[in-house]
């Protein structure tokens, strides 16, 4: 898997609470990002990251937030969980060590996040 | 928005057979890429096929990219059951951010 780690791997929560997801490299790559995963849906891009505290949003931002402190952590934050947000969320890197953009992506494991 | 569209959602086959998956798109693209992803795993990077490319191949895998036609297919040749998963094509467009657009994946069972 590249060196991508996600933290946690599964994890339940109820309405409202706050929710953190971590995604760590190993790989010193430039880019990283979020995508949660849903049926029917595929792949839909949240936030992604061009390098330390520089982010940006994705398709369907509405209700997340990022952090991006060090090269090799990207923090996904749900400030207020909700329903419509459980989903399998994956992070994703590219960009290898030059910092140039490369096209390939590598997957993190996902984590499976349930709101109740 | 969803830019690729994998066809047939589910396709069913047995071992030996071929599998040939197809991905429509709807604007113009600096690269296609196919992706692998078991269950309950993260996706698997197959190939890369540049806009300017009309076929390549990686071992079982050949990958065709017609541009007129906003399309390719994938085509897996004497298949194995450990090819079962879901299959998703994702389209570069050659920005900044290296961003992709995946489509909502095929899913292949193989049949000992």
């Known amino acids: 898997d590249a060196g991508i780690t996600q933290s946690p791997r599964h994890k339940v929560t109820e309405t409202g609470t706050p929710v953190t997801l971590r995604c760590h490299q190993t790989?010193?790559?430039?880019?990283m990002y979020w995508y949660r995963q849903d049926p029917g849906h595929g792949l839909r891009l949240i936030h992604y990251?061009?390098?330390?505290?520089?982010?940006d949003k994705g398709e369907v931002s509405d209700g997340y937030s990022v952090s991006r402190s060090k090269t090799e952590d990207f923090l996904l934050t749900l400030e207020s969980a909700t329903s419509s947000q459980t989903s399998v969320y994956f992070c994703?890197?590219?960009?290898?060590?030059?910092?140039?953009?490369?096209?390939?992506?590598?997957f993190g494991p996902g984590t499976r996040l349930t709101v109740l | 928005s969803q830019q690729g569209e994998e066809d047939p959602q589910a396709l069913s086959i047995q071992e030996g057979e071929n599998a040939t998956m197809n991905c429509s798109y709807k604007?113009?693209?600096?690269?296609l890429q196919w992706y692998r992803q078991n269950s309950g795993r993260g996706l698997v990077h197959l190939i890369l096929?540049?806009?300017?490319?009309r076929e390549k191949h990686s071992g079982r895998l050949r990958v065709t990219l017609d541009t007129s036609k906003k399309s390719s297919s994938l085509l897996i040749t004497a298949s194995r059951a450990a090819d079962t998963a879901s299959y998703f094509c994702?389209?570069?467009?050659?920005?900044?951010?290296?961003?992709?657009?995946f489509g909502k994946g095929t899913k292949l069972s193989v049949k000992p």
């Open positions: 994703a890197i590219s960009g290898g060590t030059s910092g140039r953009v490369t096209d390939t992506q590598y």
């Open positions: 790989e010193n790559h430039r880019y």
């Open positions: 990251s061009y390098g330390v505290k520089d982010t």
């Open positions: 604007t113009s693209i600096n690269n």
């Open positions: 096929i540049r806009s300017n490319e």
């Open positions: 994702a389209t570069g467009h050659g920005g900044s951010q290296g961003n992709l657009i």
